[in-house]
């Protein structure tokens, strides 16, 4: 079964770059799957930011495209965000999830498997 | 961008009775649509994909259906830990939720 771990600083100041890593066990992160990041503003809904697959191919929300990276680091299994000049609005829980797989068939941009969450808040 | 809209925002239930959930599309989706639920201070769960199928090991009286524009996610007789937040989410396109539904013990 897959797992998934997100870590990263809990703090970062208006205008700097926010990273976070999600460190992946269970499954390999080069193997084709669909993995992706998703937040949630405290008290508010759910947000998609951006899937990553085929190690090189990327998708991000049109909203956040300018500022966001999505990667992956095979040799250690791990994704990693990183989101430029934020802001408060940018204050979330940020998962990241990767593909839902039935017995038979695995469904891109549908979340089967989600982190606990890091909350990090954009604050000086 | 595909807008999806939930209703009821709250539903108050009491444990045994039927809980009906709507989720309407801007656009169509065929039957891409996707429901989660949350509880409080954990990650979404995964329950219906495709409009109507169920997740792996989710219980059988949760059921999706709807196609098109409209969807529903109904719960057959709630439990005590059905009361959570519920989201519905979109594949048609770069992926959407909704608002969320609260389903509170009445």
């Known amino acids: 079964q897959v797992q998934l771990q997100e870590s990263g600083p809990g703090l970062v100041k208006p205008s700097e770059t926010l990273s976070l890593t999600c460190t992946v066990s269970g499954s390999s992160i080069s193997s084709g799957y669909y993995w992706g990041w998703i937040r949630q503003p405290p008290g508010k809904g759910l947000e998609w930011i951006g899937n990553?697959?085929?190690?090189?191919?990327?998708d991000y929300n049109p909203s956040l495209k300018s500022r966001v990276t999505i990667s992956m680091d095979t040799s250690n299994n791990q994704l990693s965000l990183k989101l430029s000049s934020v802001t408060a609005a940018d204050t979330a829980v940020y998962y990241c999830?990767?593909?839902?797989?039935?017995?038979?068939?695995?469904?891109?941009?549908?979340?089967?498997?989600w982190g606990q969450g890091a909350l990090v808040t954009v604050s000086s | 961008e595909i807008v999806l809209t939930q209703s009821p925002a709250t539903l108050s239930l009491s444990p045994g009775e039927r809980a009906t959930l709507s989720c309407r599309a801007s656009?169509?989706?065929?039957?891409?649509l996707a429901w989660y639920q949350q509880k409080p201070g954990q990650a979404p769960r995964l329950l219906i994909y495709?409009?109507?199928n169920r997740a792996t090991g989710i219980p059988a009286r949760f059921s999706g259906s709807g196609s098109g524009t409209d969807f529903t996610l109904s719960i057959s007789s709630l439990e005590p830990e059905d009361f959570a937040v519920y989201y519905c989410?979109?594949?048609?396109?770069?992926?959407?939720f909704g608002q969320g539904t609260r389903l509170e013990i009445k």
């Open positions: 495709d409009a109507s």
């Open positions: 990553i697959y085929h190690i090189e191919n990327t």
């Open positions: 999830a990767s593909l839902y797989c039935s017995t038979t068939t695995c469904y891109d941009r549908i979340f089967g498997y």
């Open positions: 656009q169509n989706l065929n039957s891409y």
């Open positions: 989410q979109q594949r048609s396109n770069w992926p959407t």
